[in-house]
């Protein structure tokens, strides 16, 4: 079992920014990915970020240039930093470790408002 903890979320104006982190705890060896997903109400879940095992990334078009995936193997933390953050970043930042299952942590709210 892996479990996940994300932090670093709140309320910020639009141009700010903010860092997530993701802690894992448990079985973290057999973890080969991680993501970042978010959900804004009423929408469905998306793709954010994602990190290999060889470090490749992935971003969604809407983050790219502005949004940086990052981790610390040795301490199974991973990070998503936030720059010129819009209102429609506006969501629950969910963290994924992809290991034999998917894991999920609760959520980090992030809301952009003036």
């Known amino acids: 079992q892996v479990q996940l903890v994300e932090s670093g979320g709140g309320l910020v104006q639009p141009g700010g920014s903010l860092r997530l982190t993701c802690v894992a705890s448990?079985?973290?060896?057999?973890?080969?990915?991680m993501a970042w997903y978010r959900q804004a109400p009423g929408k469905q879940r998306e793709l954010v970020a994602l990190?290999?095992?060889?470090?490749?990334?992935n971003y969604a078009d809407s983050v790219k240039g502005r949004f940086a995936i990052s981790r610390n193997r040795a301490r199974n933390t991973w990070y998503l930093q936030m720059n010129t953050l819009k209102p429609e970043d506006t969501a629950v930042y969910y963290c994924d470790a992809q290991a034999h299952r998917d894991y999920w942590g609760r959520g980090t709210q992030v809301t952009v408002s003036s």
């Open positions: 448990g079985s973290t060896a057999g973890i080969y990915g």
């Open positions: 990190i290999r095992v060889d470090s490749s990334t």
